[in-house]
């Protein structure tokens, strides 16, 4: 096939992206027409993803791995895109509303760029889910950041968004630093950046690859600081709770889902890819990783009040969960990870519209501010319920079916510790979201008004309702798919 | 028929929060309506099911997530038919007490408890663990808001402890579970085929503990029973009906069927030991029941008590008693349901549960009073009422398997049966007070849930053959797997 139609997703992108920051510079504020444009270029992006499907082949000299692990991710990261956009329509920055007119016609004025940086994003994800070259990783882990930076401080004249982006962008350069220096650990040992080809050069070392154990497993860990960065897990989390709560709340939701898809896709493949010889020692300590960012998300969370943070802390978390799936190195193992963050993309979403629609009435990000909802607007407070127990993992929700997936593939590989840890961590995290069902449902209101939904953010809130309803319900369609990209990146492995 | 049971109330629930709040009359009904229908279904499948037959019958099944071995698979045994029939009596008492709530968003509480009971009925006829989980949690989880909005007494508290016990058990009887997929070489969630596994004796042993601990923290095994007499006060009336009538019946039920009977070879080394909690449970429930003034804290602790003569009829290991401990699940569920139907009337009318300055009660209640009369009859062990039945069977059971401990746990029925006649004398007889001149009667719709009870107690203490005879068949194949031990 040929190599313009296997990378449409990233041209339509590119290209739409350019065309909506020429569209804002000549008809600036119509923020119709450029909703439109974003969406139609995610959608646009998507069907060129399934169109690609079951191809499993690598192009641009290697570089680039077309196969269906990739497209799944991609289109984790087209939706987490897509509604992410819906989120933003509505979103009305905080300290801006009414009467602060000139500053809010500001934060208008520059709608172009928003809507394009979100596609650029999305191009990068693109590249990072298939990225079949340590070289290709470092840049498009780049890109996606530098992306990120700029919405986290896309509101400029706010300080704390602006601290935000300070504070995510040094991180981000420091462990981007140390993950280069890991990537050229593994380049001095095997000579190439390809990653099938390092795991060739590793299996062919005489007399035997454990010589190469002291050299290969501090590169692991280097880079595993790169990954952790974009995944927000412990220890790598600092910058995640305060670029939560200073972004806006969108680009939040955003920064919150779509680094995860895009990190979590490049760490399993690149462990898998490149070092399946090592996989009892990096799966050992992926297994460390997962304890301290489940415990660690969850034992802060339970002490925080404002939203943004304690979803925040939930994030870090759920990174934990997911990172099971890694230790469990086996072809389940690749399933239920796939599965676990598409739902937690679904659900995270959800959670932020939620947070939006309180934060855009009330004004602020307090967990005070949910009181009484369920008398103010009892179908979103349904919703937000719905999201909270989806992520703290009760039936019949998606996120239930995604952790018992989860364990079910680690205790295959026996890692019953592992399991025993977690669950116990579950419940833990149950406080925390229960508290705010309580908030919800128990608190009295402050007042009676009720609380209007705009739109936009209804659909995306029914849409990853129902989702993750369905998923919850009937997630064998998803498996199914989601089996056989697993099997064949696992053939690649072994 | 099973499908029905669970998804009518299901079906109700959804319906109900699609309708406007002020239909409050329309709401009641369904709610009532529904719930007698699941009673209609559950006195059907009593008298259909054919003992003689026994084993599962009326199975369902569909594969549901083949990937993982999980089908939607529903079936009732000898055991599971009298839970259902307890769950349709309690739940249709339940909403009947309930129909005279003024208090605020009757909607939500209604749409609340129909999810609850779906999950309760739900587990009773899951023969698949997986979805068995699902509904466990899908009955757990409602407590909460019902307990944290509509309760009393310290309620969010209570309300957000039952939740992590009862949620932190499950979690760990589901790590035993999906250990089970694997350990068999079977592959499944399906328990008929589960089986038909061959667990290794280490295996049994190890995950023993966690599944049967895990669920046993919902019968109120002591040291984990703290969250009930808390939660079992705080809840409104109807929620602590069926909490104590049914919901712990949900934990001896899982534990006995996923534990005990999956992995025989692991009760044979823990049962023996966890007997001892269970005389505790026995002993310290009564005694600390004995000690309340609450009126309701005492129905929680002697709900404590005599959860604790099921699991120690489980740990009996031998037909009688455990088929003491599936009759005392029945009995004890309708009993306390009663029980706490009682104490929520009186609370409503005297605002007050405080036993020492209540008295005189069944001169003005004479319908509340001869109903907890007959459950403190019941409670005690009386011939003619169907706790005799039950207890007679447990302690047979453990007197020889253990006899030492049966003599111990009998010292339990005597202080229960201690603190029952002090509670009957100090609230219902005595000198009436002068602030509880003006207390009314049971209304009628209340006696009727009071009578249907109180029915049952009796009709299951003087003809208890066919039950025994039912339920001897659903323990049966329990008791075989445990005498050959694989």
């Not at chain 1, 099938?196 to 590169?219: C, D, F, Q, Y």
């Not at chain 2, 529904?34 to 009326?58: C, M």
């Not at chain 2, 009870?453 to 299951?460: E, G, P, T």
Request: charged share 10%.
């Amino acid at each position: 096939m040929d190599i313009a139609i296997l990378l449409l997703p990233e041209i339509i992108l590119t290209i739409f992206a350019l065309i909506v920051l020429g569209y804002d510079l000549i008809w600036p504020g119509r923020k119709a027409v450029l909703v439109t444009l974003t969406l139609v270029a995610v959608g646009l992006a998507a069907i060129g993803a399934i169109y690609t499907w079951g191809t499993n082949k690598t192009i641009m000299a290697d570089t680039i791995s077309i196969d269906d692990y990739g497209v799944l991710f991609k289109l984790a990261g087209l939706a987490a895109t897509a509604m992410v956009v819906l989120l933003g329509m509505s979103y009305i920055p905080e300290g801006r509303r009414t009467q602060d007119a000139k500053r809010r016609l500001l934060a208008i004025s520059r709608q172009g760029e928003f809507y394009a940086i979100m596609l650029f994003a999305a191009v990068s994800i693109m590249f990072l889910v298939s990225a079949n070259s340590l070289v290709l990783i470092y840049l498009s882990i780049e890109f996606l950041s530098i992306a990120s930076y700029i919405l986290v401080g896309y509101l400029r004249d706010d300080s704390l968004s602006t601290e935000a982006a300070i504070k995510y962008f040094l991180y981000g350069s420091v462990t981007a630093a140390a993950m280069v220096y890991g990537m050229s650990f593994l380049y001095g040992v095997s000579g190439s950046v390809d990653l099938p080809t390092i795991a060739k050069v590793i299996a062919g070392t005489l007399p035997s690859p454990e010589s190469l154990r002291g050299i290969v497993m501090p590169a692991v860990v280097l880079i595993l600081a790169g990954f952790g960065f974009k995944v927000a897990m412990a220890p790598f989390h600092q910058w995640s709770p305060d670029a939560y709560e200073g972004a806006p709340t969108p680009v939040t939701a955003f920064i919150s889902v779509a680094p995860k898809v895009g990190g979590f896709a490049v760490l399993y493949r690149t462990l898998i890819v490149a070092l399946p010889y090592f996989h009892s020692d990096w799966g050992g300590t992926i297994a460390i990783l997962a304890v301290l960012s489940m415990s660690l998300g969850n034992l802060v969370a339970l002490t925080e009040r404002n939203i943004k943070r304690m979803l925040a802390y939930s994030s870090i978390a759920q990174a934990g969960y997911i990172l099971i799936g890694i230790a469990a190195y086996s072809q389940m193992g690749i399933s239920s990870t796939l599965f676990y963050v598409m739902v937690y993309t679904l659900t995270n979403i959800g959670a932020f519209a939620v947070a939006i629609v309180i934060s855009n009435a009330l004004g602020s990000d307090s967990i005070a501010d949910f009181a009484g909802l369920s008398q103010r607007n009892p179908s979103l407070a349904l919703l937000m319920l719905f999201f909270l127990l989806s992520l703290a993992g009760i039936p019949p929700l998606a996120g239930f079916f995604g952790k018992f997936f989860l364990f079910t593939a680690a205790l295959e590989q026996n890692l019953t510790w592992l399991v025993f840890v977690a669950v116990i961590n579950s419940v833990l995290s149950l406080y925390y979201y229960l508290m705010i069902v309580k908030v919800m449902y128990v608190d009295p209101p402050e007042s009676t008004v009720p609380l209007e939904t705009p739109r936009p953010l209804a659909v995306a809130m029914g849409i990853s309702a129902i989702a993750i309803l369905v998923l919850g319900i009937f997630p064998t369609p998803l498996i199914n798919l989601i089996t056989t990209a697993a099997a064949a990146l696992m053939q690649v492995s072994s | 028929m099973l499908t029905l049971i669970w998804l009518l109330p299901m079906i109700a629930a959804v319906v109900l929060m699609l309708m406007p709040k002020e239909q409050l009359r329309l709401i009641k009904g369904i709610s009532i309506g529904t719930a007698f229908i699941t009673l209609v279904i559950s006195i059907i499948a009593y008298f259909k099911y054919d003992v003689v037959q026994g084993g599962f019958q009326f199975v369902e099944t569909f594969s549901w997530i083949p990937a993982l071995g999980i089908s939607y698979k529903l079936g009732a045994d000898g055991i599971t038919v009298p839970m259902l029939l307890l769950t349709g009596l309690i739940i249709f008492a339940g909403t009947l007490m309930s129909s005279t709530l003024e208090d605020f968003r009757e909607k939500e509480f209604f749409v609340l408890l129909l999810v609850l009971v779906a999950g309760v009925y739900g587990v009773f006829v899951a023969l698949d663990l997986f979805l068995l989980l699902v509904f466990y949690e899908l009955a757990v989880l409602p407590m909460y808001i019902l307990i944290a909005v509509w309760g009393s007494t310290r309620k969010e508290y209570s309300a957000m402890k039952l939740t992590l016990y009862l949620l932190g058990g499950s979690a760990f009887s589901l790590v035993g579970i999906i250990a089970m997929y694997w350990a068999g070489g079977k592959h499944t969630f399906d328990m008929v085929q589960l089986a038909t596994a061959n667990f290794s004796r280490e295996f049994q042993v190890f995950f023993f503990l966690p599944i049967f601990v895990g669920f046993s923290v919902l019968a109120g095994l002591w040291p984990f029973h703290t969250w009930s007499p808390d939660g079992h006060v705080a809840a409104p009336t109807a929620v602590s009906m069926l909490h104590a009538g049914v919901l712990m019946k949900l934990g001896a039920y899982a534990a006995l069927r996923v534990g005990v009977f999956l992995l025989p070879q692991g009760a044979q080394v823990w049962l023996p030991w966890i007997v001892l909690l269970t005389v505790v449970n026995v002993v310290y429930g009564a005694f600390v029941a004995m000690s309340q003034r609450d009126m309701k804290y005492m129905v929680g602790f002697s709900s404590v008590s005599h959860m604790g003569l099921v699991t120690m009829g489980i740990a009996t290991m031998n037909s009688i008693g455990m088929s003491g401990a599936v009759y005392q699940m029945f009995s004890h569920g309708v009993m306390t349901g009663l029980m706490f139907a009682v104490v929520g009337q009186i609370y409503k009318r005297a605002h007050t549960r405080d036993m020492p300055s209540l008295g005189g009660l069944l001169q003005k209640t004479p319908w509340m009073g001869i109903a907890f009369i007959i459950c403190a009859l019941t409670s005690m062990g009386l011939p003619g009422f169907s706790g005799f039945i039950a207890e007679f069977q447990i302690f047979v059971g453990t007197w020889s398997a253990y006899p030492i401990l049966a003599a111990i746990a009998a010292l339990g029925i005597i202080i229960t049966a201690a603190y029952l006649l002090r509670v009957v004398y100090q609230v219902f007889f005595g000198s009436l007070k002068v602030e509880f001149e003006h207390l009314t009667d049971s209304k009628p719709i209340e006696r009727l849930a009071m009578g249907l009870l109180v029915a049952a107690l009796i009709i299951f203490g003087l003809l208890p053959t066919t039950m025994v005879n039912m339920i001897n068949s659903g323990v049966a194949p329990v008791i075989a797997r445990l005498t050959t031990g694989s």
